[in-house]
């Protein structure tokens, strides 16, 4: 069981804390932290996309953020963002690589495995440069199916025309303009 903080409109811990599937079942404010690997290529820069579990509780088999992932109770958005990291990437990356890119919330009720699903999140996006290749990445099974380099701008006209499943925010694409230009 996950416990996470109720966070207020700005990400502060309220001194409430909720079961995480409580949490999406009545739409309840908590953290989490974003993760995207970027990487120069000689044509462009790339970014590292997860492909999402079939089994995930939310947007399955659909493609992501690099890592992603809530954050416990009492717990940091740096430390959450390094734990995820190593958790579905297997990669260990520290907290003087992260570039924080910015805070989003984001708000999205959808319905999965036949359950309203209600994501109300405070999220804060950062990004780091590594190049690895994706067959070298110990792949955390349980979150994700696969991981893919993909170029900045295909990335972001491939989610603006919705041309493969994914559940990549605009928003937080843009976060990433001032690095990739």
């Not at 890592?67 to 416990?72: C, E, K, L, Q, T």
């Not at 405070?122 to 690895?132: G, H, I, L, N, P």
């Not at 603006?160 to 303009?177: A, G, V, W, Y």
Request: charged share 30%.
């Amino acid at each position: 069981m996950e416990i996470l903080d109720v966070v207020d409109e700005d990400g502060n811990p309220t001194g409430q804390m909720i079961e995480r599937e409580e949490a999406h079942k009545k739409g309840i404010r908590h953290r989490t932290a974003h993760v995207w690997l970027l990487r120069k290529s000689e044509a462009a820069v790339e970014l590292l996309m997860q492909k999402r579990s079939d089994r995930k509780d939310s947007n399955p088999g659909c493609y992501d953020v690099s890592s992603a992932g809530h954050i416990p109770a009492g717990v940091d958005f740096v430390s959450s963002a390094i734990r995820e990291m190593q958790e579905e990437l297997g990669l260990d990356i520290t907290s003087e690589e992260l570039i924080e890119c910015g805070n989003r919330s984001i708000l999205n009720e959808s319905v999965f495995y036949g359950k309203p699903f209600i994501d109300n999140q405070y999220s804060r996006v950062y990004a780091v440069w590594r190049d690895v290749e994706p067959d070298k990445l110990q792949l955390q099974s349980s979150e994700v199916s696969a991981a893919v380099w993909i170029s900045y701008e295909k990335c972001l006209e491939s989610v603006e025309n919705n041309l493969f499943p994914n559940c990549i925010s605009l928003e937080e694409l843009k976060m990433l303009q001032r690095l990739v230009i």
